[in-house]
């Protein structure tokens, strides 16, 4: 039976790998300022999450799965990180996934165990030098997802994915050559960073029925970096 699933960014990262899985036998919307890479059959919905609401007029009646895939990767020492930054990545990280998820809330709690899928960071459960912005806003987020799922289960399942660092366009800076890849890899148990796929598998998997008795979880899916030490 296909469901109907949004995702908020979809056009590039991770949010296109999870599009890329979902198409096929599902209707998958996907709101985002582009609409490159979207297979034919998307529904695509012009969306800036940081300033725009969302249409509903232009979503089903119900929702099965909810993505919210904007972030950001602002990694600097704290002394040289402005209020203003701060600011900058608690609106794009946590204050519009909180408009967005009021808005389409209704639609979820139309189906029976919904899912909603967020996205953190290894770096709130791990102190991380030069995190401190993203990994407060990514916090938040965790802080919320838990709430969130107490106060809509049965109904809604929650969960949280919270990777390391992930080979895509928002970590290109970090990954724009293969020596960088190489030493950021070794970074971690598994010896290299994380693909679009790997995390597009879990969100997949939160989304289906057979994560049906999952809620209310944070993830982490990094390599092994927030649980093992080599040595």
């Known amino acids: 039976m296909s469901r109907n699933i949004l995702l908020i960014g979809g056009s ?46 232009q979503l089903p009646e119900a929702l099965d799965g909810f993505v919210y895939c904007p972030g950001s990767i602002n990694l600097k020492p704290f002394k040289m990180l402005k209020q203003e930054q701060f600011e900058e990545d608690m609106n794009i990280n946590f204050f519009s996934l909180i408009k967005v998820t009021r808005d389409v809330l209704p639609l979820l709690t139309k189906k029976e165990n919904s899912s909603i899928v967020f996205f953190s960071t290894v770096a709130v459960q ?16 965790e802080g919320f997802a838990k709430a969130l799922a107490a ?14 660092l992930v080979d895509t366009p928002l970590a290109g800076r970090l990954l724009n050559n293969d020596a960088k890849k190489e030493k950021m ?24 029925q057979n994560a049906g008795w999952m809620t209310g979880q944070v993830l982490g899916l990094d390599g092994g970096k927030s649980t093992l030490d080599l040595g």
């Open 185 to 208: 890899g070794d970074l971690h148990p598994l010896k290299r960073v994380g693909t679009a796929d790997d995390i597009a598998g879990l969100a997949v998997y939160l989304l289906e």
């Open 12 to 57: 590039h990262g991770i949010g296109n790998a999870i599009v890329q899985h979902l198409h096929e036998g599902n209707n998958v919307y996907v709101a985002s300022r582009e609409n490159e890479n979207l297979p034919d059959g998307v529904t695509h919905i012009t969306f800036d999450a940081s300033t725009d609401s969302i249409d509903l007029d």
């Open 126 to 141: 791990t102190g991380m030098p030069f995190h401190t912005s993203v990994a407060a806003a990514k916090g938040a987020i």
């Open 151 to 164: 106060e809509y289960a049965p109904t809604v399942r929650v969960n949280v994915i919270a990777p390391s």
